[in-house]
Antibody
């Protein structure tokens, strides 16, 4: 069974940093693109970015470029999202999701990030 | 500001059919595969349709997808109370070089 479990969320001050993790199991992690997406309270889905199988290729949504960094460790079956210079508008539930057939086919349960002083 | 436009809400009685549109452009819907996601209240999104009209295993055939030009459509037949959820379309945008989601549609079963 495919499982994706996010961790590392919480409260951070504006301008601060936070690192999210996503632990994957139930599939061969190293053979899939992986994605991060987010959803602000009461709002729609927003794609954050993705990373290819060996971590050599990464893409980001414009509003995250230069502030967010996606990485992975295939030896630990883990995906990461380093978030820097956080703003109030970055507050959201963050999801990791597996990429397959031009879609996001499995999603984690999500982790809440709150940005407030 | 999403580049894919969906109606904010649709509703119908149990057993009836609803359709949800997803309107984009040639850089996204028109030339890339469209997926549909269902988000039940308080839960993570779930893939319903991939590559325009394919259902993952376990998704009932009451759910169907289609695409024509720069618009895609999700159909739900035999509507059930358990179908009350938010539905999002999604696709790659070749100009923005990002994945994009639709604005989302809330389905209400009357």
């Amino acid at each position: 069974e495919v499982q994706l479990v996010e961790s590392g969320g919480g409260l951070v001050q504006p301008g601060g940093s936070l690192r999210l993790s996503c632990a994957a199991s139930g599939f061969t992690f190293s053979t899939y693109w992986m994605n991060w997406a987010r959803q602000a309270p009461g709002k729609g889905l927003e794609w954050v970015g993705n990373i290819n199988q060996d971590g050599s290729e990464k893409k980001y949504a414009d509003s995250m470029k230069g502030r967010f960094i996606i990485s992975r460790d295939n030896t630990k079956n883990s995906l990461y999202l380093q978030m820097n210079s956080l703003r109030a508008e970055d507050a959201a539930v963050y999801y990791c999701a597996r990429g397959q057939s031009w879609s996001l086919d499995y999603w984690g349960q999500g982790i809440l990030v709150t940005v407030s002083s | 500001q999403s580049v894919l436009t969906q109606p904010p809400s649709v509703s119908a009685a149990p057993g009836q059919k609803v359709t949800i549109s997803c309107s984009g452009s040639s850089s996204n819907v028109g030339n890339n595969y469209v997926s549909w996601y269902q988000q039940l209240p308080g839960t993570a999104p779930k893939l319903l349709i991939y590559e325009n009209n394919n259902r993952p295993s376990g998704i009932p055939d009451r759910f169907s997808g289609s695409k024509s030009g720069t618009s895609a459509t999700l159909g739900i037949t035999g509507l059930q109370t358990g179908d009350e959820a938010d539905y999002f379309c999604g696709t790659w945008d070749s100009s923005l070089y990002t994945y994009v989601f639709g604005t989302g549609t809330r389905v209400t079963v009357l």
